[in-house]
């Protein structure tokens, strides 16, 4: 009798709670069982839909979310009681989750058969996705106003998903995967405040979201260390008894930072090896997987690219003996030693975090930033040596004819621009149809609630009944803790060593500074709610090597913040960096905004491309172009050039 | 120079003097630049602009040790001000690296403020200067004194610009992290005597910082009192994160700064400023030998202290008199 598989899922979301309900609806009637909801970058930051910064973001990456009234049309004809729903939200997590209980309290469903997880891991957000919005501290207090919340009045739901996933997305190391996702688990559960008794159950209901690249055999050895760390954990420094509560649960989607822009269809193997890493050993297998699409780096999924994917599960795990055996490395001293070693490696690490006071301290110094920023500096300079063969970029790289699968349309979903329009209609009619004497009231025992220290759970759920928007109850965390910039790591990320490459571009820096007379100026942007920095933070890195002077703000800029930026410090160069699709909207705000020559670089299908060059972009960069000597010797000549200093 | 020039200069400079942000960029982009043929356009607009700046407009340092929170009490301060409808420029240095002469200007993402607020931000990287202040960060504060009420210059807060920032602006901002150890470092390194004010940052920290601010204390009235007469530094609690101390700290240096500038401290400083930036940039261009030509460092300080104008002046009438310009 083979084993159960795994729960395989779908991430979804686009457009409109209309359009995405009908979508989900669809899945389930395919025997998917489980939803995992993406949401937008506005709902994830804490804006409605029609906020200045949402502008080009609105139902781009996932569904909007402002109100009571779109969690109804997205859960329109799904049975909460029977359907889990997994949330990929974070700052806003206390909201989404109030919406769904209030959601659950229209539809007399009890609470405790609410199934499902709120990711609500703040901590990452600060390291890689930036969609924090407070500082870490009261970011983790509301963390634990949920876990504390879900634990007694929903016990089946997960409440918070510690992720190490976007932490290898940036570049990180297993071993700094492992140390940097249980210093931020430890930081939770440290500052959970239940009574002693209660401790052991809110620790089983801690789960992780977990990422495995192409090294598979070394990210089965990554999630057998994770197994053992965490049970250790839980026995010694918080004494649970129970070994089932101590059981390392976890999901995972694989990896997309391998994935290629070249020969995009090498991806369908990528994909499909990357699976292995988290099924293969039958005692730290992942109970939920995702698979990411194919063309994840030429631009927006369609519905049949994720059909793809999970084909690609259903083949594993019905058609292989995968789920007949037991444990296949039990035994191995190969499997072993090699756990062994990323085991000591991220107790090392854990140590030094711990040394510094923990996440918290370790997140605020930008220690831990940092350390990834060099870690993924290691990455790319690999890549661009060839010491790390990536098939189709470094090695291998001709072929016969050009990829039938991206012929016709170009390979990917072209979203409709006029989706937004009816959320827009929507939020203005629900905003009109309110009592604004409860919104208000319920507002106040929300601002009550964060400045007193009490739980925010239920004054949230009392303002989701009363109608507010995700806006106004994001605006009112604002107005308590104020914003918060994370350190980006860039300003103190130590530098890749010197070539002769390097040299010449060096060389040439000097060249056209000494005819400006002042020293090459570049300011990298990141325009609109998009946090992803890798990007970024890489270029900002090595055009400082390059011996640029080099202004970086962080993620999250108006079109104008940036145009200001460029103006005060009298830069030679913009760069902007957007990975949300958003820059047909973005990048012609900030060039209308701004007089010296600019670059770009991010997903950009190349007939977007075509258009931003037409607009005046001077270069676009992508996924494929892996060299940053390359890029930054163009910049030089780009910035050269419109100063006259060729 | 021609009369057009001339005229256009009168006009950027009026411009400035309205705070006009795309004229304070440009003035800064021109004085920035290290050709020496920019040097006699930037010496008259420099000129221009010190002669009309208001006599109410200040530039304050702030230094310190790395990590104490520099750029944090900036940002307090000028948020501050702003509250008080006073608008300000701030001029922000990091360090250059050494290998590759590039720089990360990181400061700027923690000096966020409203979109139409009377505020400029110019980063400068220190470039060939070690530890000291950026090449044009004297020049830089000048046309920000002139455009804002408040100019700031934030060190690198390493080495040599510990010293140097006392003669490029008008009051220093020692800034101090609780329980560091670095008041008596400073006290070694002589640097204690440079401070107007000192803040004790990160005051939210508690009976350690209460104790920096004893410790600091104690080393003040053992140590002699400052020389021409100024008065001891005051000493004061802030906080970024709870406000607490900001207000006081701005009203100090108020208070300070326009005692100075009625009894004539100002105007000194100013005049041994000149004469430190002259020699500065004389002694980057022509170096030890240029020094030689006019008798040593000694005789040219004495010459670049008799010229008027700003440091750019200073420099012309060294180099005039050492036959180099």
Known sequence: MPDRPWIFGIYSGHSTPRASNALYRANLTRGQTRLSIAFDLPTQTGYDSDHPLAAGEAGKVGVPICSLADMQLLFDGIPLERVGTNMTINATAVWLLALYAALAEQRNVPWNALTGTTQNDVFKEYLSRGTYIVAPRPSLRLTTDMVEFAVRELPKWNPVNVCSYHLQEVGATPAQEIAFTLANAMAILDAIDVPAGELPAVFGRISFFCNAGLRFIEEACKMRAFTRLWDELGRERYGVQDPALRRFRYSVQVNSLGLTEAEPENNIARIAFEALGVTLSRDARTRYLQLPAWNEALGLPRPWDQQLSLRIQQVLAYETDLLEHADIFEGSHVIEARTAEIEAAARAELARVQERGGAIQAIESGYMKRALVEANARRVAAIESGERVVVGVNRFTESSEPSPLVAAGGGILTVQEDAVQEQLEALRAHRARRTSGEVESALRGLRDALANGSNAMRPSIRCAHAGVTTGEWADTLREVFGEYRAPTGVDTALARTASDDLEKVRRRVDQVSERLGRRLKLLVGKPGLDGHSSGAEQIALFAREAGFEVVYDGIRLTPEQIARSAQQEGVHLIGLSILSGSHLALVPAVLALVRVPLVVGGIIPEADAQRLRQQGVQAVYTPKDYDLHRIVREMVEIAARAHDAA | ?325
């Open chain 2, 1 to 325: 120079m021609s009369t057009r020039t001339a005229r256009a200069l009168d006009e950027l400079a009026a411009r400035v003097l309205e705070a006009d942000p795309a004229a304070v960029a440009e003035a800064l982009d021109r004085v920035e630049d290290a050709r020496p043929q920019a040097l006699a356009e930037q010496r008259e607009l420099l000129a221009r602009l010190a002669l009309a700046t208001p006599a109410d407009h200040f530039a304050v340092g702030v230094t310190g040790p790395p990590g104490a929170g520099k750029t944090s009490l900036c940002a307090a301060l000028v948020r501050h001000w702003l509250a008080a409808g006073r608008g300000a420029g701030v001029c922000a240095v990091d360090p250059s690296s050494r290998r590759s002469g590039g720089a990360l200007l990181g400061d700027r993402a923690r000096l966020r403020f409203d979109a139409d607020a009377p505020v400029f931000v110019r980063s400068l990287a220190a470039r060939d200067q070690l530890g000291g202040l950026a090449p044009a960060a004297r020049a830089v504060v000048l046309v920000l004194r002139a455009a804002y009420p408040v100019a700031l210059l934030e060190t690198v807060g390493v080495g040599q610009s510990e010293i140097d920032v006392e003669s490029a602006v008008d009051a220093v901002v020692l800034v101090l992290q609780p329980g560091s150890g670095d008041t008596l470092q400073f006290m070694k390194a002589g640097i204690l005597e440079i401070p107007d004010v000192v803040a004790v940052h990160k005051w939210d920290l508690g009976a350690l910082a209460e104790r920096t601010r004893a410790d600091f204390e104690q080393v003040l009235a053992i140590s002699p009192p400052p020389s021409g007469g100024a008065p001891p530094p005051g000493v004061v609690g802030t906080s970024a994160e709870t406000g607490q101390g900001i207000a006081e700290l701005a009203a100090e240096l108020d208070s300070r700064l326009a005692a100075a500038a009625a009894n004539g401290q100002v105007a000194r400083r100013r005049e041994a400023g000149r004469a430190a930036w002259g020699l500065e940039l004389f002694t980057r261009r022509y170096g030890t030998r240029g020094l030689d030509q006019l008798g040593g460092r000694e005789a040219a300080r004495r010459i670049a202290e008799q010229a008027s104008g700003t440091g750019l002046d200073a420099f012309s009438a060294l180099a005039t008199r050492a036959g180099l310009a």
